[in-house]
């Protein structure tokens, strides 16, 4: 008989292509800095935090363990970059709010903000809909391509210009699962 030899499975969450940017220690502990400001700030109140899917649904359930406070939560979808690394500049609701927010107190929760085009739709929307207050909290915030100006209220990480995936962030789907945040070195080349 001849052995059959396999090549061992590559691990993916140490895959050449990623460079680390931020642990999954340094995330958490700013998270927990983030949910300390925000249970003090909205003390006595009942916030609603709306988590951006699908990047930000990994934030969004740290950060509301780390968030001291009776509260909700609901999700909404944005369309944005699909399976490319580039903006449209067209912005879509693919899946709205299941209840009216008159009068609640909007957390929007959002993996990152670039050009800002989607955020500033979003925060518009969600003002019209007569909500008491609306912020915004993001965790990563690509400030040199800012094309729409966008008040992040809480925010995690400034990181430079480069395209980032983990936590939650994918590049056509593919690595939202890595426990940390990494820099995808080559993004055409995948
Ligand atoms: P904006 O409208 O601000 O240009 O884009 C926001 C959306 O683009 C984010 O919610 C995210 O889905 C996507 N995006 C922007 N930069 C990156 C990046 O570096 N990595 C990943 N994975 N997505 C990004």
Same mark, same amino acid.
């Given at each position: 008989?001849?052995?059959?030899?396999?090549?061992?499975t590559?691990?993916? *969450?140490?895959?050449?292509?990623?460079?680390?940017?931020?642990?999954?220690?340094?995330?958490?502990?700013?998270i $927990?800095?983030l949910?300390?400001?925000?249970? %003090?700030?909205?003390?006595?109140?009942?916030?609603?935090?709306?988590?951006?899917? +699908?990047?930000?649904?990994?934030?969004?359930?740290?950060?509301?363990?780390?968030?001291?406070? %009776?509260?909700?939560?609901?999700?909404?979808?944005?369309?944005?970059?699909? $399976? $490319?690394?580039?903006?449209?500049?067209?912005?879509?609701?693919?899946?709205?709010?299941?209840?009216?927010?008159?009068? %609640?107190d909007?957390?929007?929760?959002?993996?990152?903000?670039?050009?800002?085009?989607t955020?500033?739709?979003?925060? $518009?929307?969600?003002?019209?809909?007569?909500a008491?207050?609306? +912020?915004?909290?993001?965790?990563l915030? +690509? *400030?040199?391509? %800012?094309?729409?100006?966008?008040?992040?209220?809480?925010?995690?990480? +400034?990181?430079?210009?480069?395209?980032?995936?983990?936590?939650?962030l994918? *590049?056509?789907?593919?690595?939202?699962?890595?426990?940390?945040?990494?820099?995808?070195k080559?993004?055409?080349?995948?």
């Amino acid at each position: 008989m001849i052995p059959v030899h396999s090549a061992p499975t590559p691990s993916e *969450f140490s895959h050449p292509n990623l460079e680390p940017l931020f642990s999954a220690e340094q995330i958490q502990t700013r998270i $927990a800095e983030l949910g300390a400001e925000i249970s %003090r700030d909205y003390a006595g109140r009942n916030p609603l935090m709306i988590g951006v899917l +699908k990047g930000a649904c990994i934030f969004v359930s740290d950060l509301m363990r780390a968030t001291d406070l %009776r509260l909700g939560v609901e999700f909404m979808g944005i369309s944005s970059y699909g $399976a $490319a690394t580039r903006t449209s500049g067209e912005v879509r609701i693919t899946k709205d709010l299941d209840v009216p927010i008159e009068g %609640r107190d909007i957390l929007v929760v959002e993996d990152i903000v670039d050009t800002g085009i989607t955020l500033s739709y979003l925060l $518009a929307n969600l003002r019209s809909r007569g909500a008491q207050s609306v +912020k915004l909290v993001a965790l990563l915030d +690509k *400030f040199e391509r %800012r094309e729409r100006e966008v008040e992040i209220n809480y925010l995690g990480f +400034k990181i430079p210009d480069a395209f980032v995936v983990g936590y939650g962030l994918d *590049f056509a789907e593919r690595y939202r699962n890595l426990p940390y945040i990494a820099i995808l070195k080559n993004p055409e080349m995948q």
